[in-house]
């Protein structure tokens, strides 16, 4: 399979996308997406937390000068020239930020930045900035179809709406590698491989995604690091006239979130970290957790599938664990006889995009009645579009085969943060009954997954680090118990480094919690983002 964990996710939860826009389990699918379809796709992940004492390191993470620095001057004060941009109410922008943050004269990066504007006139908040996560999900499209629209209007009344992407995604100078038919044999690339044969094969399809995005994007490659969008983040603030910062950023963006209160303490607002990301784990437990967070979300879908009519994976009141052998049993098949699809472009059904189809729907418990006819429709009718349909919303590949920069974009970032999980194919063979005994259904997949960073053809720059932020303002940290992207116990941990952070618990499934359905979840952030109080301590919502 190519699903590719990731540390770094941006997951589909809730409806991101404009109502009606398209159907509603697809709409909720696409935009939990956003967040979480990066965090499977690039498992670059930290390496032992020991190692976050080196000195670089501490310097980098270490809060900045209140000051601003004379050579960064002129990106602080800026002017941003706002112009329509071809969604209404919306306006649109660039910004200027040093490539290089150690050489601001080496060169800039420019970054698209969208708003729109409080509906209300009495008591203004300044600007709420939003990010989706990923690493490279687009926050500027984000904001346009969803937040923009869909965030409480009474959160809207009083805030300016505002999104910037990142560098080197989407509108922001995006990093580019493969073109669309090679991102289609990449994303068919069996991650299970059963001889040394297809064990060469994928190793080969790592290497070539790698060599790819460095040669196409070699400028960017070595400033596409998570301190560096952070740090962007900041000058967005200043010419945007704010004081502190406000923000909500979901799954990878609880990470950058949290890496600009480490970065400037002091300027930190309203800040709501949401899905969020444990910046202190090493590799092998990061993805070990990982992997058992996407095996409780399928034994949730189980449970609840056996007790349905329509369940092709288990008849009425069938033991949930039979879910998961006949899962397996239907991979396996799959990986000898691809299914037909009816795809335009004559791809076939096989395991890789299978397994991603399937993944895709754990975000969300509200895309499970969409997987379960997408099963019945493989296992039944052998026809393999539906689930061909989900993996295509993961990957954002559209229906003339064109995919967004976003899984490049993932790679790019992952593999500048933290380094590769495994050094080759012999360290994850010997990790993979660990995998196995997470997760037996995704597993082994989500172990190779963890391999493609090693190929990177720029040295990671960052580790993994406890991040602090002391003298922050009080920072609301939100962890769903049976999220599969981004475990519970990582929203705890992180709360626990945060200095001024106050947990806030959703009992439920799926990815992320933020206008998922929870009333309690949503009247607590929307009363900390309106009033500034954050939840009382050990607040907990079902």
């Known amino acids: 399979m190519r699903t590719r964990p990731s540390p770094r996710t941006s997951g589909p939860r809730r409806a991101h996308r404009i109502r009606g826009a398209r159907p509603r389990a697809t709409a909720r699918l696409t935009a939990t997406l956003l967040a979480a379809a990066a965090l499977l796709v690039s498992a670059c992940s930290p390496g032992n937390p020991a190692a976050s004492a080196d000195r670089t390191v501490q310097a980098a993470l270490a809060a900045l000068p209140r000051t601003t620095p004379a050579a960064l001057t002129p990106y602080y004060s800026q002017r941003l020239r706002w112009r329509e941009c071809g969604v209404p109410g919306f306006e649109c922008a660039t910004m200027k930020a040093p490539l290089d943050y150690a050489s601001p004269d080496a060169g800039t990066v420019r970054l698209a930045v969208a708003r729109k504007k409080a509906t209300g006139t009495a008591g203004r908040l300044g600007s709420l900035l939003v990010n989706p996560g990923g690493p490279g999900g687009s926050a500027v499209d984000y904001l346009q179809q969803y937040a923009g629209l869909g965030y409480p209007a009474r959160i809207r009344a009083r805030y300016d709406m505002v999104a910037m992407d990142p560098r080197g995604v989407a509108r922001s100078e995006p990093v580019k590698c493969l073109d669309g038919r090679q991102m289609d044999a990449y994303a068919q690339t069996d991650m299970t491989p059963d001889d040394q044969r297809e064990r060469d094969a994928l190793v080969t399809a790592d290497r070539r995604f790698a060599e790819s995005c460095g040669a196409h994007s070699a400028r960017l490659l070595r400033h596409v690091s998570t301190v560096e969008a952070a740090r962007d983040m900041d000058i967005l603030r200043s010419v945007l006239g704010d004081r502190r910062l406000n923000y909500v950023g979901a799954s990878y963006g609880t990470f950058l979130g949290a890496t600009y209160a480490g970065l400037f303490p002091e300027r930190v607002g309203r800040m709501v970290l949401d899905g969020a990301m444990d910046p202190s784990v090493d590799a092998r437990r990061l993805n070990l957790d990982q992997t058992a967070g996407f095996e409780t979300a399928f034994k949730a879908f189980a449970k609840d599938c056996v007790r349905r009519t329509d369940c092709p994976l288990g008849g009425r009141g069938a033991a949930p664990a039979r879910v998961g052998d006949r899962l397996r049993a239907f991979f ?64 954002e590949r559209d229906p003339d085969g064109h995919y967004s920069n976003l899984m490049m974009a993932n790679a790019a970032v992952n593999c500048l943060d933290l380094p590769s999980a495994f050094s080759g194919p012999e360290e994850v063979e010997k990790a993979l009954p660990a995998f196995e005994k997470a997760s037996p259904v995704f597993g082994p997949g989500l172990a190779w997954a963890s391999l493609n960073c090693a190929y990177w053809p720029v040295r990671a720059t960052g580790e993994p680090h406890r991040i602090e932020a002391e003298g922050a303002a009080p920072i609301v940290v939100v962890g769903t118990v049976r999220d599969p992207a981004t475990p519970y116990r990582w929203a705890r941990s992180l709360a626990g480094q945060l200095s001024s952070a106050r947990l806030l618990t959703y009992a439920g499934d799926g990815h992320t919690a933020y206008g998922r359905g929870s009333g309690c979840i949503d009247t607590a952030i929307d009363t900390y983002l309106l009033r500034g109080t954050p939840p009382p301590p050990g607040k907990r919502c079902s």
């Open 332 to 395: 396996r098949e799959l990986d000898a006889r691809p299914l037909r699809s009816g795809d335009a472009d004559g791809r076939r059904l096989g395991e890789a995009l299978a397994t991603t189809g399937v993944i895709a729907a754990m975000y969300d418990e509200g895309t499970w009645a969409q997987l379960r006819e997408a099963l019945t429709s493989a296992i039944k009718e052998r026809n393999g579009a539906g689930l061909l349909a989900l993996a295509d919303t993961y990957y």
